[in-house]
C-alpha cells in the first residue's frame, strides 16, 4: 500500500519570535489574533494540565502584542513541554484558535551539569495526514518524550521523502511500518536516530 505523508499546522496567530532560545534570554511570542476575535493566552504542560498564568494575557483582536513567557508563565521555566493556546476570549480550552505552540524546555542531563533550563525550542505544533489507498490517517506527535523523533518525521516528511513508498509490515491490530525506499524494511534515509 503506497502512502503520502502530509505535516500540517493550521492558521498562525501565535510566532515564535525565533526558534531557539537560551536560558537567560527573553522567551517571547508574538500574539497577532484577526480583527474581531479577542484570545487570552493559555499554557497547559504536555498532559494538558493548566499552567497558571501571571498578569493580563488578553490581546484585542486586530492587535498585535509580543508576551515573554517566563513572565507570563513562571513555571515554564521548569524542564518539560509546554503548549501555548490562543482560547477565544469568553471561552475555555479545548476551545482555541490558530496553531498552538510547541514549548520544549530542555535540561542538560549530563551528570555535574547545572540545574534548569539548558535550551529552548518553540514550534508550532503540527500534525500529519498519511494518505493512502484505504483512506486516511492522522498522526499525532509525542513532543514531550520523542522530540528528535518527531523533528525527524517532520524534516522528512515535509521534504517529500515519505511520498508514494509503501507499508512494508501490516500486522492487523498491532502495527504498521513504512518509510523505507527499499520496501522491505532494511532501508531508510542513509542516517538513524536514537529510540
Not at 513562571?74 to 480550552?93: D, E, I, N, Q, R
Not at 539548558?118 to 509525542?142: H, N, R, S
Not at 509503501?166 to 513504512?178: D, K, L, S, W
Amino acid at each position: 500500500m503506497q502512502a503520502v505523508a502530509t505535516v500540517v499546522a493550521l492558521f498562525s496567530i501565535l510566532f515564535p519570535t525565533k526558534s531557539w532560545f537560551a536560558p537567560d534570554q527573553p522567551w517571547t511570542v508574538t500574539v497577532k489574533p484577526p480583527a474581531g476575535q479577542d484570545v487570552v493566552l493559555a499554557l497547559t504542560d504536555f498532559t494538558g494540565r493548566a499552567i497558571d498564568a501571571r498578569g493580563d494575557l488578553l490581546v484585542p483582536g486586530g492587535a498585535e502584542r509580543t508576551i515573554e513567557l517566563k513572565q507570563a508563565f513562571p513555571p515554564v521555566s521548569l524542564a518539560s513541554t509546554y503548549v501555548l493556546w490562543a482560547v477565544p476570549k469568553g471561552k475555555v480550552l479545548p476551545d482555541f484558535v490558530g496553531t498552538p505552540l510547541v514549548v520544549s524546555v530542555r535540561a542538560d542531563r549530563r551528570r555535574d551539569a547545572p540545574p534548569g533550563a539548558m535550551v529552548v525550542k518553540i514550534d508550532p505544533m503540527c500534525y500529519a495526514t498519511i494518505t493512502t489507498g484505504a483512506g486516511e490517517m492522522t498522526v499525532l506527535f509525542y513532543y514531550d518524550v520523542a522530540p528528535h523523533t518527531v523533528a525527524n518525521f517532520i524534516g522528512l516528511a515535509s521534504g517529500g521523502f515519505y511520498d508514494g513508498l509503501t507499508f512494508h509490515r501490516i500486522a492487523p491490530g498491532f502495527v504498521i511500518q513504512g518509510g523505507d525506499p527499499r520496501g522491505d524494511g532494511t532501508g531508510g534515509p542513509g542516517y538513524t536516530v536514537d529510540a
